[in-house]
C-alpha cells in the first residue's frame, strides 16, 4: 500500500536540467486525492517535487508516456509507459524559493506531486514589488503574481493569437500595476509611469480611471487632451521624406542646411537651457518653420526676372507664407525674351515642394504639423517646447499615458511611434541623474500591435528605437512590453531581448516556434499546449515568474475591458435593427474619427426643475443605477454610480434599444457615448 498519498515515481536518469522518472506501480493514471482535493496525474505543465535532504528541488512536467522513456544502452527506447520527462526549474531552501537549482537529484529519488500546500510557499508571497496577475489554472485557489523589477528592466512581450485575450490581459495587468489587484493586499503602485501606444483606440475607457488619454480627435467630457507630436521633434531626413518624397542627396543636404539655420537664428534670439548653437546639429530638437521652409524653397523654383543681370524680379503678386500662398511671377519669356528664368539656388524639387504645400494643408496630418501651441511661427518660436510636451506625456497626476494613434493615417504611424520613442528615451537617458529621469521614476513602454512596425523587414526609426530600448534602456530606467498577435514577425533581435513571455493560445506553428526559440527556459512540452489554453489563460514564463506557469488571468470588469471583444453576431442579428444613418458613417470616415457626430455643440443643460421632474428607471447593471428619458428634448439620463449625465439629440428607438438591451453599461460605451454630446449634471 502506498503510504506517502504524493509519490509520482522515481528519478530513472539525469540529463542536466532533464529528468526521466518513472512512475510508481501505485500511481494509476487519472485523478488523486489528497487532503480532500483532487490532483490530476501526470499533466503536461504541472509541477513535481523532489525532496533533497533539508531542500526541495522543483521541476515542470514536460512530456509523459512512451516518449519520454530514456534510451537503453543500445539506443533503444525503453519498451515502456509509464515514463515522464521533468525540467528542473527551482529549488526551495527553508522557506523561500530561488529559481535555478544549487544540485542535482541521484537516480531513486522520490519524485512527488506538488500539492496546493507546496504551491503556496512558491506563489504566495506577497513581498514587495509583486504585481497579482491571475490564478493558477491548475488550483484556481492559488494567486499568482509576477516580479514588477524583473517585468520592467528585463522586458517582456504578451502574445497571441487574435481573440485570445491579449488586449483584456495588458489592460488587467497594468490596472493591477496602478491599483493593486488583490482585496488581501490592494496597495498597487501609485508612482507607476507607463506610456502605452495603443494602435487601435481600445484601452480609454478601459484605464479611464488611472490613465490620462491623447488623442487626436479627443472627447473633452471624458478627460481626453488632444495629441500633438511637433514635427521638429522628428528626424529631419525622415521629416522629409514624408512631406516631399525622393530627394538626392544634394538636395535633402541643402535642404537641412537651411533648417539647421533656422534653429540656430531661434536660439540665438530665444536662448533654451542646455542649447548651444555651436554644438547644435539639425537633428536637435529645437523648432522652426516649415511655412517659412516652404516658402523660401519655392521662391527661386518660380522666380523670373526683368533683365538679364538679374536685379528686377518680375513679381505680380508677392506671396503668404502664413497661408501657405505662393508668390505669382511673370512667365518666363521663350528664347532671350524677358522675362528670364532664375538661375540662383534652385534645387529643381518643383514637384516635391506641392507635394509638401499638400501635406500641410491635409487637415488629417494636423496634430504632427500643426500641433497646436507647439507649431512654430515664422521666426522659429512656439508657445511650447519640449520641456511642456515632455510633462504633458511623462508628468501628470495619473500612472499610465495612452496616446491613441487610432486617428493617424497608416503612412506615418511607424514614423510617428519611432519619434515618440526617439523623444521619450533621448529626455531619460540624458535626464538619468534627475528626478524626473527613469532612474528615479522608471518608465515602461507598452507598444500594442507591435508586428505593424517591428516587424524584421521593417527599415525605419521605431524599429531602431525599440532595438535601443531593449539593449540599453534597462541601464537608464526605461522597459519595454511588445504585444503582438504575429510574433514570427517581429524582428529577432527585439524578441530574444525579453526577459518574460506572457504566451496566450497560439494557433500558427510558425509562432509558436518563434516563442520557443525565444523562451528562457527549456519547455517543448509546455509550449505545445499553446493551441489548446482556454481564452483569458496564458503560459507565462521568463525572469518575472517564479516557475513557468499556466495561469488564468484575472478579467477585470466589464466596463474596464478594452474596446476590442468580439461582436455577439447571433445576438445581434435576430434583434431589431438600430436607426442606421450612412451619412454618420461616411462622415466619420472622412474625418477619421469614430466619434464624429453633426451634434458638436452642447445644447443648454435642462432646468433644475426639469431634472428633478424627469423620472428615471432603477436597472440591473454593475455600473448603471437608473435611467431616465424625456421625449419632447430627446434629452437620455443616466445615472452611473459615479455621477448623473445627460445624452443629448438620442432618438426613442434608440433609448427603447437601450432598455432593452442585456448589458446597459456595455450598450451606453458602444452606442450613445461615442455619439452623443453630454453633459455632466
Given at each position: 500500500m502506498n503510504i506517502k498519498p504524493t509519490l509520482l515515481g522515481h528519478v530513472g536518469a539525469v540529463a542536466g536540467a532533464a529528468i526521466s522518472v518513472r512512475l510508481s506501480p501505485n500511481v494509476a493514471s487519472g485523478i488523486a486525492i489528497i487532503g480532500g482535493k483532487s490532483y490530476r496525474i501526470g499533466q503536461v505543465g504541472s509541477f513535481v517535487r523532489i525532496p533533497q535532504g533539508y531542500h526541495d528541488l522543483y521541476g515542470i512536467v514536460a512530456e509523459v508516456g512512451a516518449n519520454a522513456a530514456p534510451a537503453t544502452p543500445q539506443g533503444q527506447p525503453e519498451v515502456s509507459d509509464r515514463w515522464m520527462t521533468i525540467q528542473l526549474v527551482g529549488e526551495i531552501v527553508g522557506t523561500s524559493f530561488e529559481r535555478g537549482i544549487s544540485q542535482y537529484p541521484n537516480v531513486r529519488d522520490e519524485v512527488h506531486l506538488v500539492t496546493e500546500e507546496d504551491l503556496a510557499v512558491i506563489y504566495g508571497t506577497q513581498d514587495g514589488g509583486q504585481v497579482l496577475i491571475g490564478r493558477l489554472a491548475s488550483a484556481e485557489g492559488i494567486p499568482v503574481r509576477i516580479d514588477l523589477d524583473k517585468l520592467v528592466t528585463r522586458h517582456s512581450a504578451v502574445l497571441g493569437s487574435t481573440g485570445a485575450g491579449k488586449s483584456t490581459t495588458v489592460s488587467s495587468l497594468l490596472r493591477s500595476i496602478a491599483l493593486g489587484g488583490d482585496a488581501e493586499a490592494a496597495q498597487g503602485f501609485p508612482s507607476a509611469r507607463i506610456l502605452l501606444l495603443d494602435i487601435h483606440g481600445e484601452y480609454g475607457r478601459a484605464l479611464e480611471s488611472v490613465s490620462t488619454v491623447f488623442r487626436i480627435n479627443p472627447n473633452a467630457g471624458a478627460g481626453e487632451l488632444p495629441l500633438h507630436i511637433p514635427f521638429w521633434a522628428l528626424d529631419p531626413a525622415e521629416l522629409l521624406a514624408f512631406l516631399m518624397g525622393k530627394l538626392d542627396d544634394k538636395q535633402l543636404t541643402q535642404i537641412l542646411d537651411r533648417i539647421m539655420d533656422y534653429k540656430v537664428k531661434a536660439v540665438s534670439a530665444q536662448p533654451a537651457p542646455g542649447l548651444d548653437v555651436n554644438s547644435m546639429?539639425?537633428?536637435?530638437?529645437?523648432?522652426?518653420?516649415?511655412?517659412?521652409?516652404?516658402?523660401?524653397?519655392?521662391?527661386?523654383?518660380?522666380?523670373?526676372?526683368?533683365?538679364?543681370?538679374?536685379?528686377?524680379?518680375?513679381?505680380?503678386?508677392?506671396?503668404?507664407?502664413?497661408?501657405?500662398?505662393?508668390?505669382?511671377?511673370?512667365?518666363?519669356?521663350?528664347?532671350?525674351?524677358?522675362?528670364?528664368?532664375?538661375?540662383?539656388?534652385?534645387?529643381?524639387?518643383?514637384?516635391?515642394?506641392?507635394?509638401?504645400?499638400?501635406?500641410?494643408?491635409?487637415?488629417?496630418?494636423?496634430?504632427?504639423?500643426?500641433?497646436?501651441?507647439?507649431?512654430?511661427?515664422?521666426?522659429?518660436?512656439?508657445?511650447?517646447?519640449?520641456?511642456?510636451?515632455?510633462?504633458?506625456?511623462?508628468?501628470?497626476?495619473?500612472?499610465?499615458?495612452?496616446?491613441?494613434?487610432?486617428?493617424?493615417?497608416?503612412?506615418?504611424?511607424?514614423?510617428?511611434?519611432g519619434a515618440i520613442l526617439r523623444i521619450i528615451y533621448e529626455g531619460l537617458f540624458w535626464g538619468r541623474d534627475k528626478s524626473e529621469g527613469g532612474i528615479a521614476r522608471p518608465l515602461l513602454v507598452v507598444m500594442e500591435e507591435a508586428h505593424r512596425y517591428l516587424s524584421k523587414d521593417a527599415d525605419g526609426p521605431a524599429r531602431e528605437m525599440v532595438q535601443r530600448i531593449v539593449k540599453e534602456g534597462r541601464k537608464f530606467g526605461i522597459g519595454a512590453m511588445v504585444v503582438s498577435q504575429r510574433p514570427s514577425e517581429v524582428d529577432d533581435t527585439i524578441l530574444s531581448q525579453c526577459g518574460t513571455f506572457v504566451a496566450l493560445r497560439l494557433s500558427n506553428s510558425a509562432d509558436r516556434t518563434k516563442v520557443q526559440a525565444s523562451l528562457p527556459d527549456n519547455l517543448a512540452g509546455v509550449i505545445d499546449s499553446l493551441p489548446v489554453l482556454r481564452v483569458g489563460e496564458a503560459v507565462i514564463t521568463g525572469e518575472a515568474a517564479r516557475l513557468p506557469i499556466r495561469c488564468r488571468i484575472t478579467l477585470p470588469r466589464e466596463e474596464h475591458r478594452p474596446n476590442s471583444e468580439d461582436p455577439a453576431v447571433a445576438k445581434r442579428w435576430m434583434g431589431d435593427r438600430l436607426p442606421e444613418d450612412y451619412g454618420r458613417l461616411a462622415a466619420s470616415w472622412r474625418a477619421q474619427s469614430p466619434t464624429w457626430t453633426t451634434l458638436r455643440v452642447i445644447r443648454t443643460k435642462l432646468p433644475q426643475q426639469e431634472i428633478e421632474a424627469m423620472e428615471r428607471e432603477l436597472v440591473v447593471s454593475s455600473n448603471v443605477v437608473s435611467i431616465g428619458y424625456e421625449p419632447t428634448t430627446s434629452t437620455l439620463e443616466v445615472e452611473f454610480k459615479n455621477g448623473v449625465y445627460q445624452y443629448y439629440n438620442v432618438p426613442d428607438a434608440m433609448y427603447q434599444q437601450l432598455m432593452a438591451a442585456a448589458s446597459k453599461g456595455q450598450f451606453i460605451n458602444t452606442y450613445i457615448k461615442p455619439a452623443y454630446p453630454c453633459s455632466r449634471v
Open positions: 546639429t539639425a537633428d536637435s530638437p529645437s523648432p522652426y518653420s516649415l511655412k517659412k521652409l516652404w516658402s523660401e524653397l519655392l521662391d527661386p523654383e518660380v522666380r523670373t526676372w526683368l533683365d538679364q543681370q538679374r536685379l528686377q524680379p518680375a513679381l505680380d503678386e508677392a506671396g503668404d507664407p502664413q497661408t501657405l500662398k505662393a508668390p505669382k511671377y511673370r512667365p518666363h519669356g521663350a528664347g532671350s525674351a524677358a522675362p528670364f528664368i532664375n538661375q540662383v539656388g534652385v534645387l529643381g524639387i518643383r514637384r516635391q515642394l506641392d507635394q509638401m504645400r499638400s501635406r500641410l494643408l491635409d487637415r488629417q496630418y494636423d496634430f504632427l504639423l500643426h500641433p497646436g501651441d507647439w507649431e512654430p511661427d515664422l521666426d522659429s518660436q512656439s508657445l511650447k517646447g519640449l520641456p511642456e510636451l515632455l510633462e504633458a506625456w511623462l508628468g501628470h497626476s495619473k500612472p499610465i499615458t495612452i496616446l491613441d494613434l487610432s486617428g493617424i493615417p497608416s503612412p506615418v504611424v511607424a514614423r510617428l511611434i
